[in-house]
């Protein structure tokens, strides 16, 4: 292969690497197209990132290198430490007392009259008076509720006169019930009129209050609701009750008279 002059522009080709002058169009080695081989940016990008990255890690490392040197060696060779200086006391010598001794005077006993005890009279116990108990006050027990009074019975039981007992009324037929009177009513005072029956299988009640011995049963009110398992029975009673006010203001009834003998109806 030829030697190309230091003038002539060479660029190597990008297949097989070998020196070609630039002008020509196809590589005299390969017959390739002649194609300059691109600059080697990615190597040379990679290269600096490492150059860069083990830079910057000796600059971080570097100061933790040193203070381990550093530690090791004080491991390895401590410092002495420097005695630190302590005053020490000097003692002084205290002379000791010398004792002299000093004559003690004994004291003489000197005789004393002893006086003679005087007999005493005992003194008596007196005794101690007992407490005396005051008597107990009586308390005041609150006493037991007073009872509601039983309304006084001021009439005899109530004689029932028609319908007779078991007795059978067609719908169309005028159903009246009648009683004995039992004497002259007050003005707060009525006959007390009950109709019971049952009504899908349960009790069912009506009646009337009424200053009259007799009353008529109204059919739209009553007729057909006893249950036909019944035969569409009624029971009636009559008794006298008192209209009074009770504690929250309403009229309630009490019996002042006992009760009638109960009836039964037929309503078919």
Known sequence: MGQYSNKQRIIRCKQCNNPSPSELKVCVNCGSTLEPKPFPFLSLGLTILIVG????????INPVIQQTTQEIAEVVNP??????????????????????????????????????????????????????????????????????????????????????????????????????PVGPLGKDEWYAVRLTWTQNGGPAYGGTNTKDTFWVVPPNQYYGRADASTGRKYEWRVFVERAVLDESGQTKGIPISPASEIRVFLWE
Request: zero cysteines.
């Open 53 to 60: 990255a083990l830079f910057f890690g000796y600059i971080k």
């Open 79 to 180: 410092p002495t430490p420097t005695p630190t200086p302590t005053n020490t006391q000097t003692p002084t010598l205290v002379p000791t007392a010398t004792s002299t001794n000093t004559p003690t005077h004994t004291p003489t006993a000197t005789p004393t009259n002893i006086p003679s005890l005087t007999p005493t009279s005992t003194a008596t116990a007196t005794p101690t008076p007992e407490p005396t108990l005051a008597p107990l006050q009586p308390t005041n027990t609150p006493a037991p509720p007073t009872p509601t009074p039983t309304p006084t019975v001021r009439f005899e039981a109530i004689t029932l006169l028609s319908p007779k007992n078991g007795e059978r009324f067609e719908r169309d037929k005028e159903l009246v019930l009648e009683w004995e």
